[in-house]
């Protein structure tokens, strides 16, 4: 799936990722003269009109990420990713500065091998392997190089708000698979298997958890919960309406994790789900964004950070806050990153202390990985949160602070 990405981390930082060799690369024995000729220069080899690479994760005492090639001509680039071993690295991306162009998610190991293509114009890239020791490397693309945005500030955040509403479709449907396994798992009776999956399924929600004002169902007003797709999806117990009851996420979730029995009810909670979030995708196609609608979405999904998430009220059961905070963080993210080609143009210093202050709270949350847990973070305990609470939240703080800037600058652009 092609889609924009987030900040490795803040400005230093990201410089650093750029220049840092994070997985060990090989070239290949290969046939034929033209590919022959490619490998031997090291440049990955055109097959069908498009450069191949391949990532293989595995596990050699520590998990590590190996790319064949980390050089490719410009035009289309096949990222083939199979995960043999390394059961700590959850996602593989192909970055951008800001922008996530191409990622594979929920890798386990033995799966099949999954690719993903974009095409990619000459410049220097970022091969991130999440969990992996190290987690980044640089990827070059020779030939030409990519043009700068050009247009007025105003059509430069229209268009990113254009694709950014085509982002949100691309999570939404990436959801929709996430919860079909989700179900399986369930309809199997295998306890430990839908765990993982409710934890899998959920990040894809967290992202886009900022348009929920839009995921209401034709016909419904936002206030009726029999047609708000929020509700349906994401109701915590603490705040439940007695008229349309529990269902979604948190229902499941409670089985899972404080009965620890799968039942009919968890079954019929997880067909129920799949059947809403397969609405919410058809939903959130015909969703249109305004600038000032991203910035102020940005801003919300920190403040549910602060609210929920830092106070482990969200995943009351499986503790798994931490993994629902790191998306939310990555969706205000990628709504700033489809901002900031129009955002540089009206205050570069702004966009600056920004992906600086992304930087920190990346930091602060590295602190607390754990790659054996599910999620990838220390369970969020009351102990846990006695501990971190206050560092995150003052890192996010930090971030929301200049975010909230950002919505009257881009709703007044010329």
């Known amino acids: 799936m092609s889609r924009k990405l987030r900040a490795v981390a803040g400005a230093a930082v990201a410089a650093v990722a750029l220049t840092t060799t994070a997985c060990a690369t090989t070239t290949p024995a290969t046939t034929g003269s033209a590919t022959a000729s490619a490998a031997a220069d090291g440049v990955a080899p055109v097959t069908n009109g498009a450069a191949q690479v391949k990532v293989t994760l595995t596990n050699n005492g520590t998990d590590t990420c190996t790319a064949n090639y980390t050089t490719a001509p410009a035009g289309p680039v096949t990222f083939t990713v199979e995960n043999v071993s390394a059961s700590g690295i959850t996602e593989v991306e192909l970055q951008s500065e800001l922008k996530i162009l191409g990622e594979k998610e929920n890798l386990a190991p033995g799966l099949p091998a999954s690719s993903f293509t974009v095409t990619l114009d000459g410049g220097t890239y970022t091969l991130y392997c999440l969990g992996a020791t190290p987690e980044t490397q640089t990827f070059t693309v020779t030939g030409q190089a990519a043009a700068s945005p050009t247009g007025s500030t105003a059509e430069l955040l229209n268009q990113g708000a254009k694709e950014y509403a085509a982002w949100v479709v691309g999570q939404a449907e990436e959801m929709q698979t996430a919860v079909t396994n989700l179900r399986a798992a369930i309809d199997s009776g295998d306890l430990e298997k839908a765990k993982a999956a409710y934890v899998n399924a959920r990040t894809f929600y967290e992202k886009i958890e900022s348009d929920v004002e839009g995921f209401v169902m034709p016909g419904f007003k936002v206030g009726d919960n029999k047609g708000n797709l929020d509700y349906l999806i994401d109701m915590r117990a603490s705040n439940l309406d007695d008229k349309v009851g529990w269902s979604g996420f948190h229902a499941i979730e409670r089985d899972l994790w404080k009965t620890g029995e799968i039942t009919d009810a968890t079954r019929k909670y997880a067909a129920e789900l799949e059947t809403n979030v397969g609405k919410l995708v058809d939903v959130v196609k015909a969703l249109t964004f305004k600038p000032e609608d991203l910035a102020n979405g940005a801003a919300a999904l920190l403040e549910e950070v602060q ?89 996010v703080l930090s971030l929301q602070q200049p975010m909230q800037k950002i919505a009257e600058k881009v709703a007044t652009a010329q």
């Not at 790191?326 to 009206?346: D, M, T, W």
């Not at 949160?385 to 995150?392: C, E, M, N, T």
């Open 307 to 395: 609210s929920n998430k830092i106070s482990g009220e969200e995943e009351a059961f499986s503790h798994t806050d931490l993994a629902d905070f790191a998306a939310n963080i990555e969706g205000a993210r990628q709504a700033f990153a489809f901002l900031q080609p129009g955002l540089e143009k009206i205050d570069s210093d702004l966009v600056k202390e920004i992906v600086t202050q992304f930087g920190n709270v990346d930091a602060a949350l590295a602190e607390l990985r754990d790659k054996t847990a599910l999620g990838g973070y220390v369970s969020w305990t009351p102990e846990a949160r006695s501990k971190h609470a206050k560092a995150l939240s003052q890192a």
